[in-house]
């Protein structure tokens, strides 16, 4: 994807048929350790308290899988979760850890679903382009793995974070 010459690297820029009916993006997946990445199509779900990853996706990249159930479906609970990287297509220098559940593994189920633990990382604003729809994305890049310019050790201040807003939430959780 072409980034415009004056668009800052935090902002992610995708434009989308008006009446496609959802929105829908390409997103990197990433498994840091063993280095594994996927590109899939995720849709942004504003009524999703948090992201979910189809298990075809976690197989795929070999993340890590926690059996707990973290979220209530239709049906009950929704089982599993994993810990996972994601960039936005076009930007290799900042990428985000996100605990995301796992979608129910049938078919037309979508790759990823952006929910708003991660647009909560940023600025969200939908527009229209002409006859097509725009999605800006501005992240704040104090919540992301900087490749270019962390040293390990703002890495692992930024990953300690993650983990301590994920016992938070597990805690939360938990009691309900």
Partial sequence: ?????YMPDNVFRHEFPSDLG????????????PHREMAVN?????GASFSSVAPRV?????LPADGRAVSMGVGGPV??????????????RYAALVEAAWLPDVEG??????????????ELILRPAGNRSEL???FDTSRFIDFEGDDSFTTMQKMTAFHE?????????SKH
């Fill in 1 to 5: 994807m072409k980034q415009h010459k």
């Fill in 42 to 46: 995720a849709v942004w779900d504003t």
């Fill in 109 to 122: 189920v979508p790759d990823f679903i952006i929910g708003l633990d991660i647009i909560l990382m940023g």
């Fill in 22 to 33: 959802r929105i829908e993006t390409p997103l990197r997946v990433l498994n840091l350790s």
């Fill in 136 to 138: 800006l994305f501005t």
């Fill in 165 to 173: 807003q994920l016992r938070r939430t597990w805690q939360k959780f």
């Fill in 79 to 92: 089982g599993g979760s994993t810990s996972l990287c994601f960039a936005f297509p076009g930007n290799n």
């Fill in 58 to 62: 976690v197989r795929h990249l070999e």
